[in-house]
């Protein structure tokens, strides 16, 4: 990556290098012959920069984006590399630096690169594909499984599976529980319905949905959850719209949407829901269907700049954000900004890398953005804060793939449960996006 792409100085670059080697800032300080509040300055610019919040993420960054390389691996081709313990450890560079460095520090450098081993020699989904475009973008096949658990988790809770592994299933909070509905698994379309109780780490069963779908969301309003559209079992996009109550376990159809449309984004504004993009059956489309619970009625609201399924949204204050997506061809990074009060679209600082399939949540003030990897993999999750129109990473329990799961926050804690990655999950995990400060009572 250029200058222009990577505003890191020669002696930022220094330091991140010797940063991947595993050194301290005193260790780093010694060997560039700077003072140790020289190497912190340096670290400030780096982790600004980057947008990174740890020396690990940096690392991980540093990786992703070149800096840290194993010579005679061709990347971009895919080809598999030589194992680690068949390469002479000398031949392994962290750029622009080559210096010798002792055993610890060259464990700690193999255990980033084995990373990046695995990421190239499992197969990217489709990615061989003409174009690099998936035959089928509303289904999946089983496959190599092409991910790998991150041993960077330390905010990532490991919960009670989800009971039927499945993905591009529906995720809702309500009530202090998780519900999950719906979705594709080794069967087939499913309309079955789980309702997780964190206090007790437990599912319950709960009455399926009427119609089977995939590709779905789902989301609450009131005491009620909605679910619009999907894909049914012969992959049909469908204009339904299913109604959920939780307290008396029951489903009822509300009016039905003007398009019919699957792996849509979904987020509420002003008790009102929003449908956005999807697939129609044929193609992606950029059409944003506004329901209004209180009346019954849809209306169509002002189009995408461009057609695309499968992004992420959320609301913040007034103002709805919808990032990433895949619009056929190419996972996107690109992030929207939609003023409901003026039916107005603008865009906004785009994730680092590309992500479809992607779940997104927002808890305070930041739209959370975890997974992704359709075409390609993915090495973190991301979160934007409207504020500063900037993007951060963080770290993510599952490397590769990990995509069309359903994600939601429940509290300080955004839960994501099941998706794909190579396979069908049941995987249920939270991460703790705000800590909770309990100060002592002074009498």
């Known amino acids: 990556m250029d200058d222009a792409q990577l505003p890191l100085s020669e002696r930022e670059r220094e330091v991140l290098a010797l940063v991947a080697t595993g050194l301290s800032n005193q ?116 496959e190599t499984n092409a991910s790998l658990l991150s041993p960077f988790t330390s905010r990532w809770v490991e919960h009670a599976d989800l009971p039927l592994a499945r993905t591009r299933l529906g995720l809702a909070a309500y009530g202090g529980a998780l519900y999950a509905i719906g979705g594709n698994y080794e069967g087939g379309v499913t309309g079955q319905v789980d309702m997780y109780i964190p206090g007790r780490d437990t599912w319950v069963a709960r009455a399926n949905k009427r119609t089977p779908v995939s590709n779905i969301g789902a989301i609450a309003i009131g005491d009620l959850i909605y679910v619009p559209g999907g894909c049914d079992a012969s992959d049909t996009a469908i204009d339904k719209l299913e109604v959920y109550n939780p307290k008396a376990n029951t489903w009822t159809e509300a009016a039905p949407l003007p398009v019919a449309v699957c792996g849509y984004a979904l987020t509420v504004f002003d008790g009102r829901l929003y449908v956005i993009g999807g697939w129609n059956g044929t193609r992606f489309v950029p059409t944003v269907q506004e329901y209004d619970p209180t009346q019954d009625t849809w209306m169509l609201r002002a189009e995408l700049p461009y057609p695309l399924g499968f992004a992420a949204a959320g609301t913040i204050g007034e103002t709805i954000y919808v990032a990433g997506g895949y619009d056929g061809t190419r996972e996107m990074a690109e992030t929207l900004a939609y003023d409901p009060r003026y039916d107005t679209w603008l865009p906004r600082t785009p994730m680092k890398v590309g992500r479809a399939g992607a779940g997104g949540a927002v808890v305070g003030a930041e739209l959370y953005v975890i997974g992704g990897g359709w075409l390609g993999s993915v090495l973190t999750n991301e979160k934007y804060n409207p504020e500063t129109d900037t993007w951060s990473v963080f770290e993510t329990p599952i490397l590769g793939q990990w995509r069309n799961l359903g994600v939601a926050a429940l509290d300080a804690e955004v839960y994501a449960v099941g998706g794909w990655n190579g396979a069908y999950m049941r995987v249920n995990r939270s991460y703790r996006a705000l800590f909770r400060i309990i100060l002592p009572v002074i009498q």
């Open 27 to 142: 260790e780093i300080a010694r060997e560039l012959v700077i003072s140790v509040n020289t190497v912190k300055v340096h670290m400030r610019s780096i982790f600004e920069k980057l947008g990174v919040q740890s020396r690990t993420e940096a690392t991980l960054m540093a990786i992703r984006m070149g800096l840290v390389t194993v010579p005679g691996a061709d990347v971009a081709s895919g080809q598999p590399l030589t194992s680690v313990e068949e390469r002479p450890r000398e031949q392994v560079r962290v750029l622009p630096l080559v210096r010798p460095v002792m055993m610890w520090q060259r464990l700690f450098a193999l255990g980033a690169i084995l990373l990046v081993i695995v990421l190239v020699v499992l197969p990217a989904t489709e990615a061989g594909r003409p174009g690099g475009e998936m035959a089928n973008p509303i289904s999946d096949r089983p």
